[in-house]
């Protein structure tokens, strides 16, 4: 019921925002709304493929957009997910797991939470905005991206997301305030305040942002939950490759034999070549891992921050994209510590059947030392049909 009285709510709060600037506006506000439906079924076996278990999602997504006046505008945006299938069974507490979300407001819930089916609804997004040449002020559920890079983000301290999730492109929101002023033509400072459920849960940060010497640069300071962080990064090209950077440093507020500062650096390079090929290297140092890799359980709830991007010391990554034809692409994606000489490999295909419809086919496979052996920990595929509207 409390799902109900949440969603009701928000409907009005926007329907009268609606109605009062449309009562001193000239314009006439309107509504727009695009979303998709996708089907994706999922298979997993470990080390022998007679081992395998399957779940199928059935994934819808509703995005409301409201125009209450030339500067005010507003968004509704909301995942709908159905899981059924023997992993759903297999996973403890699945439902109970899904229905977690990092907000001061409870706007999920679980319609069905059966052992082997699933239905899950949640707001991820919920603001209202206010833009102009100068100003741009979000205030609700929205997403704030300090990121850089395409792989790992030290800087992404209000929303780090774990980038094997490929089903969740628009990335994990928070209830949060944005103020972003922009300064001249080359800088911008921003200034976002993120309020936890507990003492400890909170996060504020300023980001000032600069363009010189043709890059990009940006610096960062606050308050992320239990420590303070200062951090930055850049953007630019050496020659014809791009060149990117960010690190973030976190000292915490209280010292105890269970804390410690923490530095976290990621590198990044990419270029794209003739004949429409792709290549991408990456790099993440993290002075505090926590070594505890899990690849079962599939990748619906993890546990990434700004602190823990990949839970271990040293990373790489490397990615070559093909482009076969304007509809065909061909991806192959390579993730490499020495930590127990952990390989993730993820080849993907995608392609565009029509214009409202894509196809991917794609693949997760985990390689580690254990037990004095190197063995396949879990192999996954996924074949996933989307339709936008």
């Known amino acids: 019921m409390k799902f109900y009285k949440s969603i009701l709510t928000c409907i009005l709060c926007f329907i009268c925002t609606t109605f009062f600037a449309q009562k001193y506006s000239t314009k006439t506000p309107w509504i727009e709304l695009n979303g998709y439906i996708k089907d994706m079924q999922s298979t997993y076996f470990i080390q022998k493929i007679d081992s395998n278990a399957s779940m199928n999602l059935i994934h819808n997504r509703l995005n409301f957009k409201f125009t209450i006046s030339p500067k005010i505008s507003g968004r509704l945006e909301i995942r709908n997910r159905i899981f059924y299938g023997e992993q759903v069974k297999q996973i403890s507490d ?7 979300y990092n907000g001061i407001l ?34 609700g559920r929205q997403r704030i991206n300090w990121g850089i890079n395409n792989i790992w983000n030290p800087n992404d301290i209000f929303n780090a997301y774990n980038f094997l999730d490929f089903d969740y492109e ?69 020659k014809e490759a791009g060149f990117k950077g960010e690190l973030s440093y976190f000292i915490p507020k209280r010292n105890t034999l269970e804390t410690s500062d923490t530095f976290s650096i990621s590198i990044m390079a990419d270029q794209t070549f003739k004949n429409d ?55 192959f994606s390579f993730i490499y510590s020495p930590e127990k ?19 991917d086919f794609t693949a997760q496979s985990f390689f580690s030392e254990q037990n004095n052996t190197y063995q396949n920990l879990i192999t996954e ?9």
């Open 106 to 139: 409870n706007l999920s819930h679980l319609w069905i939470n059966e052992k082997s089916f699933v239905a899950h609804s949640v707001i991820d997004r919920m603001l209202l905005q206010y833009a102009d040449e100068k100003w741009d002020i979000k205030i």
């Open 341 to 359: 000489n952990t390989v993730i490999l993820v080849p993907v295909y995608a392609w565009n059947v029509a214009t409202n419809f894509d196809l």
């Open 94 to 100: 699945f439902g109970k797991a899904i229905n977690q």
């Open 277 to 331: 090929w792709y290549v991408s290297l990456a790099g993440l140092y993290n002075s505090n891992p926590t070594n505890a890799f899990v690849s079962s359980g599939s990748f619906y709830n993890s546990n990434l921050s700004a602190k823990n991007l990949f839970p271990f010391r040293y990373n790489f990554y490397a990615t070559v994209l093909k482009t076969i034809s304007p509809i065909k692409s061909f991806n």
């Open 381 to 389: 595929i996924y074949i996933r049909g989307r339709w936008s509207f």
């Open 170 to 238: 628009e990335r994990p929101g928070n209830d949060a305030i944005r103020i972003q002023r922009n300064l001249n033509n080359s800088s911008a400072l921003e200034l976002a305040y993120k309020p936890g459920k507990y003492k400890d849960d909170h996060t504020v940060a300023f980001l000032y942002k600069i363009n010189k010497w043709k890059y990009d640069f940006q610096f960062l300071g606050g308050m992320y939950q239990t420590d303070y962080v200062v951090g930055g990064g850049w953007a630019g090209n050496i």
